[in-house]
């Protein structure tokens, strides 16, 4: 028990950063996106699956395009979860999107 106990209370191990950060995702990587959708179309998707804090489509730096992938963060694991369910491989602006939780990299 004594090795298990350093291991969660050593979070600079790949697995025990992974592990808990998994515990507490919101945060959800949507990929597969059309390029001409924008933060409020993603946003309108989304928040019927729970209350969002933050909707953010990536966009090229220099032509202001979007790259086709973005983040939505929930304000709860639960919606983020609800939402990854419902919305995996769905349409959304004639694109199958594509979704798994967003981890730091």
Same mark, same amino acid.
């Given at each position: 028990? *004594? @090795?298990?106990?350093?291991?969660? =209370?050593? %979070?600079? !191990? ?5 592990? !808990?950060?998994? $515990? #507490?995702? #919101?945060?959800?990587?949507? +990929?597969? =996106?059309? %390029?001409? !959708? ?5 946003? *309108?998707?989304?928040?019927?699956? +729970?209350?969002?804090? &933050? ?21 709860? &694991? !639960?919606?983020? #979860?609800?939402?990854?369910? &419902?919305?995996? +491989?769905? =349409?959304?602006? +004639?694109?199958?999107? @594509?979704? #798994?939780?967003? $981890?730091?990299?």
């Amino acid at each position: 028990m *004594q @090795r298990f106990n350093e291991f969660f =209370l050593n %979070y600079q !191990t790949p697995l025990a950063r992974f592990v !808990t950060s998994r $515990h #507490s995702c #919101s945060k959800l990587f949507i +990929g597969g =996106l059309c %390029y001409d !959708t924008n933060e409020p179309v993603l946003k *309108q998707a989304f928040e019927q699956h +729970g209350e969002t804090i &933050e909707v953010k489509v990536i966009c090229d730096h220099k032509s202001g395009k979007s790259k086709g992938y973005g983040f939505v963060k929930f304000t709860s &694991e !639960t919606a983020a #979860s609800k939402a990854l369910k &419902e919305m995996d +491989g769905q =349409l959304l602006d +004639g694109r199958n999107i @594509r979704i #798994s939780f967003a $981890h730091k990299g």
